[in-house]
């Protein structure tokens, strides 16, 4: 037990440290999202590209474990969606962003150095086999979802629907990174050792001040809304989605690093994006915030199970 207190506290003490800075008004929240701004556009997209750049994908990108990852994320987006609906009678619109918190764990900031801390930086290959294709795969299913739902609401054409799906797509600048690292993985391009060295600089710096920030970013939220709603998503989240990954890759016979990395990131809690799925529709903001929050903490108990469940 020491042991895996030793593996999770120092990940959720940057986050406090953040979060008391903030509390304690020695960060600012201009601080906070100048921070922010540098993590998810500069930081983490340099380390996602020389994560993916140097990644076996032969070996990392298999079937078995992107399907037990995704059919329980998939399963999560439509527990949230219909239990928000028809449970709580959330409007539909709401429902798509509560389904969307159900979708979107957050293997970035919380998996990779969760992963990292307990089996090692070459444990993390599977982790980014997850991670390049999990914010295209959820903001595509999330999108779709809502302008499917917002062109029954208001009579319009789902025309436009591949096109704002693209947009959103291609300003995404983790998506960007992740697509650049696989350009350059799969034409076997070689890039000067200057420019890599500097690439790894900033990214080594990513995921320690995206901690940080991140505990800034949770100090604005207040746990508002309707309870119930959060405690479910909460379960959605870090219940019901670690184990369908986890039944799903027992049954698929996932080799052991694969199946650690799968469902490490399938329980971690909703990722900062759930909220900006949400902010960015104007629906459900108060219980998306507020389930980030709640489960962000609650991963500190949860990934603890986990990780003394998997071999």
Same mark, same amino acid.
């Given at each position: 037990?020491?042991?895996?207190?030793?593996?999770?506290?120092?990940?959720?003490?940057?986050?406090?440290?953040?979060?008391?800075?903030?509390?304690?008004?020695?960060?600012?929240?201009?601080?906070?999202?100048?921070?922010?701004?540098?993590?998810?556009?500069?930081?983490?997209?340099?380390?996602?590209?020389?994560?993916?750049?140097?990644?076996?994908?032969?070996?990392?990108?298999?079937?078995?474990?992107?399907?037990?990852?995704?059919?329980?994320?998939?399963?999560?987006?439509?527990?949230?969606?219909?239990?928000?609906?028809?449970?709580?009678?959330?409007?539909?619109?709401?429902?798509?962003?509560?389904?969307?918190?159900?979708?979107?764990?957050?293997?970035?900031?919380?998996?990779?150095?969760?992963?990292?801390?307990?089996?090692?930086?070459?444990?993390?290959?599977?982790?980014?086999?997850?991670?390049?294709?999990?914010?295209?795969?959820?903001?595509?299913?999330?999108?779709t979802a809502m302008e499917i739902v917002r062109a029954r609401e208001t009579g319009s054409s789902a025309r436009t629907?591949?096109?704002?799906? @693209?947009?959103?797509?291609?300003?995404? &600048? #983790?998506? /960007?990174?992740?697509?650049? !690292? *696989?350009?350059?993985? =799969?034409? %076997? +391009?070689? @890039?000067?050792?200057?420019?890599?060295? &500097? #690439?790894? /600089?900033?990214?080594?710096? !990513? *995921?320690?001040?995206? =901690?940080? %920030? +991140?505990?800034?970013?949770?100090?604005?939220?207040?746990?508002?809304?309707?309870?119930?709603?959060?405690a479910f998503i909460v379960a959605v989240s870090l219940i019901l989605h670690p184990t369908i990954t986890y039944l799903?890759?027992?049954?698929?016979?996932?080799?052991?690093?694969?199946?650690?990395?799968?469902?490490?990131?399938?329980?971690?809690?909703?990722?900062?994006?759930?909220?900006?799925?949400?902010?960015?529709?104007?629906?459900?903001?108060?219980?998306?915030?507020?389930?980030?929050?709640?489960?962000?903490?609650?991963?500190?108990?949860t990934s603890w199970g986990w990780l003394q469940i998997l071999p």
């Amino acid at each position: 037990m020491g042991d895996l207190i030793s593996i999770i506290l120092p990940v959720f003490l940057v986050i406090g440290f953040g979060y008391a800075a903030v509390w304690r008004k020695f960060f600012g929240s201009d601080g906070v999202d100048g921070l922010m701004k540098f993590t998810q556009s500069f930081a983490i997209p340099a380390l996602l590209f020389r994560g993916i750049s140097t990644l076996d994908l032969g070996s990392n990108f298999n079937l078995p474990l992107l399907s037990s990852f995704y059919i329980g994320a998939t399963t999560g987006f439509f527990v949230g969606l219909f239990g928000a609906r028809y449970v709580f009678g959330r409007p539909w619109q709401d429902s798509v962003a509560i389904g969307f918190c159900g979708l979107f764990s957050n293997s970035l900031l919380l998996g990779l150095p969760i992963t990292e801390r307990a089996y090692g930086a070459d444990a993390l290959g599977a982790n980014y086999a997850i991670i390049a294709i999990h914010s295209p795969f959820c903001y595509t299913l999330g999108i779709t979802a809502m302008e499917i739902v917002r062109a029954r609401e208001t009579g319009s054409s789902a025309r436009t629907l591949p096109r704002m799906v @693209l947009r959103a797509m291609f300003r995404n &600048a #983790l998506i /960007l990174g992740v697509l650049s !690292g *696989l350009a350059v993985n =799969l034409t %076997g +391009l070689q @890039l000067p050792l200057v420019l890599t060295d &500097a #690439l790894d /600089l900033i990214g080594r710096a !990513g *995921l320690p001040a995206a =901690l940080f %920030g +991140l505990g800034g970013v949770l100090y604005y939220y207040r746990p508002e809304g309707d309870l119930r709603t959060i405690a479910f998503i909460v379960a959605v989240s870090l219940i019901l989605h670690p184990t369908i990954t986890y039944l799903l890759g027992r049954s698929f016979a996932l080799p052991e690093p694969a199946l650690r990395s799968a469902v490490i990131t399938a329980a971690m809690a909703p990722g900062v994006n759930a909220y900006v799925f949400a902010n960015m529709y104007g629906v459900a903001k108060r219980v998306a915030a507020s389930a980030v929050l709640v489960g962000t903490a609650a991963t500190i108990l949860t990934s603890w199970g986990w990780l003394q469940i998997l071999p």
